[in-house]
Nanobody, 126 residues
Framework: VQLQASGGGLVQAGGSLRLSCADS????????MGWFRQAPGKEREFVAA????????SYADSVKGRSTISRGDAKNTVYLQINSLKPEDTAVYYC????????????????????WGQGTLVTVSS
């Protein structure tokens, strides 16, 4: 598993971004995947997660209603769309993956993942 996150950048408050996480190390297998973020001086926090099947999702309260996590057709790519961005969304966003015992499991804790990408920086200006 080799995760590569991309799509970060500088955006004005109220704008949108679509982050991508591609796993170049495998194809076909449906890992549970998630997004976390870490702002300067803060702990890494959960943002969103999706099951291996793609049918179950979970979101942090801070992004619920304005973000969507989804899987690509090849299952080894996950996207995170965040709308109505706020300055407090500024952080390095990390994607993570784990092979769960069931394709319906959504993993929402960082310690539940064993593969991590390198992170992509999102900066939201006010």
């Amino acid at each position: 598993v080799q995760l590569q996150a991309s799509g970060g950048g500088l955006v004005q408050a109220g704008g949108s971004l679509r982050l991508s996480c591609a796993d170049s190390g495998r194809t076909g297998s449906s890992y549970a995947m998630g997004w976390f973020r870490q702002a300067p001086g803060k702990e890494r926090e959960f943002v969103a997660a999706i099951s291996g099947s793609g049918y179950r999702t979970s979101y942090a309260d801070s992004v619920k209603g304005r973000s969507t996590i989804s899987r690509g057709d090849a299952k080894n790519t996950v996207y995170l769309q965040i709308n109505s961005l706020k300055p407090e969304d500024t952080a390095v966003y990390y994607c993570a993956a784990v092979r769960p015992v069931s394709s319906s499991i959504v993993v929402v804790t960082a310690r539940g993942y064993n593969y991590w990408g390198q992170g992509t920086l999102v900066t939201v200006s006010s």
